[in-house]
């Protein structure tokens, strides 16, 4: 691969990446009805609103699940599989291994992104526990309705909240049955923007 082709490609996932994930971040949103009028939430719907409102017809919302923005996701991944096969002069495959290695990826980055906010979520406690920054209050309302099933099961105890630690658990596990799911399909982890 020439160097105008690799940085050709680098560009190329970058940007399927970047507009991946505020796909998805607008997803988990719409999932945890984050506050709609934090400026982080009006720029992801003013980014997204271009794709997902003509999607929206198609695949409406139910209730929190806002399939428009998932079959997106879904299509942007594999828009990123096929161009990184293109690039890298590697033969096109079928559609629906495609659209499996597509869903594994959007699965695998959805997982990484709550992996990432309760990381930061915890830093953050520790550092500025009284903080009202947007972003804060946005990372709050994505990772509640994963944490609040979890305290339920384990509560605190003498203070110290341990649910965080369950958690990570299961995300290490989903981490590790994405990758197995990825390799049994044939996926090679550097087509997946998410995995």
Do not use: K
């Amino acid at each position: 691969m020439s160097a105008m082709n690799e940085i050709f490609a680098y560009l190329v996932q970058t940007a399927l990446s970047l507009y991946l994930l505020v796909m998805l971040l607008r997803f988990l949103f719409h999932f945890a009805r984050a506050d709609f009028y934090n400026p982080i939430s009006q720029f992801v719907v003013r980014a997204t609103n271009p794709l997902v409102r003509p999607t929206r017809r198609l695949f409406p919302a139910f209730g929190r699940f806002d399939s428009a923005s998932l079959v997106l996701a879904v299509v942007l991944q594999a828009l990123g599989i096929v161009t990184l096969l293109l690039l890298h002069g590697a033969g096109l495959v079928g559609p629906t291994l495609i659209v499996a290695w597509s869903v594994i990826g959007v699965l695998g980055l959805l997982v990484n992104i709550y992996f990432f906010a309760l990381l930061a979520m915890i830093i953050i406690s520790w550092v500025a526990p009284t903080s009202r920054h947007p972003a804060l209050l946005l990372l709050w309302q994505i990772t509640e309705p994963v944490m609040a099933p979890v305290r339920r099961i384990l509560p605190p105890m003498g203070g110290l909240d341990f649910s965080p630690i369950l958690v990570f658990i299961l995300i290490n596990v989903l981490q590790i049955a994405l990758r197995h799911m990825a390799a049994g399909v044939g996926l090679h982890p550097a087509l997946v923007m998410g995995v």
